[in-house]
């Protein structure tokens, strides 16, 4: 309850925070502490780009907020830096879910406007993008973020394949791919077609987790940043990098520390408290579940919902339930049964059912109250 005798929320123009953006979903950190190995693993594979060659191709890998996209960032960041001719562009996956798509935004990331809206075919699109590179000597590097949702919805290879195969219609075409991904239960190389297997030889940059200490230590330059002085006592820091620690995911402390200023606030408190983060973390411990469902379309929410309304029953007694909502054949049903296993949203569990032989029964991976709630 309010510690201040005037009672209620710090006034309008009173607050715990120095700078609040630094806790925003998109602020590129000053600082990127604990990837240097990282890091230099990847300037070595782009440095033929500077000097005008195809680089390396690099595979990227680790668990959700590892530092990969941020890697990513500062790195063509540092490339644009040093020369304006090697083009990069970061495509995100999870938004640009197809070939045609992943081409669409290179096509705005060459030529600074969107493709005609009345549509053109790939082949059109893919052309205007290679000449325009062929035309301008430049090099194109194209990170594929979260590559694992073409490998979802079946689209890897061919986009793949068309990125690694430029150079062959398009002579002059230098192109170099970065595909990060970040489901650790996907092959990527295995996945692929054996036509894309035998073009795609990456080098491979792996981003573990990060652990308590280093958590702390990347955090505090937030709280420096973010929070005024004093607002926050080291052990109050230390157990939101353990409990940041328990989900490996960067974000939860992130969104913890901001959460928890905001809670402090509520309480007229100049400091933010043990409470204070315990409270936020019901709310934060669910940034990767949020951030998955920002990612579906609404049919694919529409199953989920349904899914956590039949926790555990068999696919065939929720299709059936699905079906009232959707024109969808079974064949698609199953599809996106897949996706959402394969985001860890569900279990897809294959059970014997008796006299029918195999089935799958559904279950949700999260507690349903919590994925019902942000289904709203
Ligand atoms: N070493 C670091 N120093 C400072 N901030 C970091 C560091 N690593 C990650 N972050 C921050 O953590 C958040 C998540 O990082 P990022 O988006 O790079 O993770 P990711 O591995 O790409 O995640 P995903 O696989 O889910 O896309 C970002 O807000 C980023 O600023």
């Not at 070939?99 to 060459?110: C, I, M, W």
């Not at 080098?203 to 955090?219: A, H, Q, R």
């Not at 989900?247 to 992130?254: E, F, H, N, Q, T």
Request: proline share 4%; with cysteine.
């Amino acid at each position: 309850m309010p510690d201040d005798p005037e009672g209620g929320m710090l006034s309008w123009d009173e607050s715990v925070f120095r700078d609040e953006h630094v806790f925003e979903i998109d602020y590129v950190p000053e600082t990127f502490k604990h990837r240097e190995g990282q890091m230099r693993n990847l300037t070595y594979a782009l440095r033929p780009a500077v000097r005008g060659s195809r680089p390396l191709n690099v595979m990227v890998r680790g668990p959700p907020g590892t530092g990969k996209t941020t890697a990513i960032q500062k790195l063509f960041d540092e490339v644009g830096a040093q020369t304006s001719d090697v083009r990069t562009i970061r495509v995100n996956c999870q938004v640009n879910a197809t070939r045609y798509s992943v081409f669409s935004r290179l096509f705005e990331g060459t030529f600074d406007y969107e493709p005609p809206s009345s549509g053109i075919s790939f082949k059109k699109l893919f052309g205007q993008i290679a000449e325009k590179l062929v035309d301008d000597d430049r090099v194109l590097v194209v990170a594929l973020d979260d590559v694992n949702y073409l490998f979802y919805e079946n689209e890897a290879s061919d986009t793949l394949y068309s990125l690694l195969r430029a150079h062959e219609e398009y002579p002059g075409a230098k192109i170099g791919v970065v595909v990060v991904s970040s489901d650790p239960a996907l092959d990527v190389i295995d996945e692929l077609d054996s036509r894309v297997q035998s073009v795609f030889r990456p080098e491979d940059v792996y981003f573990p987790v990060y652990d308590s200490p280093e958590i702390g230590d990347i955090l505090d330059e937030r709280v420096t940043r973010g929070f005024h002085d004093g607002v926050i006592a080291r052990d109050t820091l230390e157990h939101v990098a353990d409990l940041t620690a328990d989900s490996g995911d960067l974000r939860v402390g992130i969104d913890l520390l901001r959460r928890a200023g905001l809670n402090a606030e509520m309480r007229a408190s100049r400091t933010v408290e043990r409470q204070d983060v315990d409270e936020a973390y019901e709310q934060s411990k669910y940034v990767n579940l949020s951030r998955s469902l920002s990612g579906l379309t609404d049919t694919e929410l529409t199953l989920l919902e349904v899914i956590a309304n039949h926790d555990g029953e068999q696919a065939g007694e929720v299709y059936d339930v699905f079906r009232d909502h959707t024109e969808l054949g079974y064949t698609r049903y199953s599809e996106i049964v897949n996706k959402l296993d394969q985001l860890s949203l569900i279990d897809a569990e294959y059970t014997e059912v008796d006299g029918r032989g195999r089935s799958r029964s559904l279950s949700l991976s999260y507690e349903k109250e919590a994925v019902l709630d942000r289904l709203e």
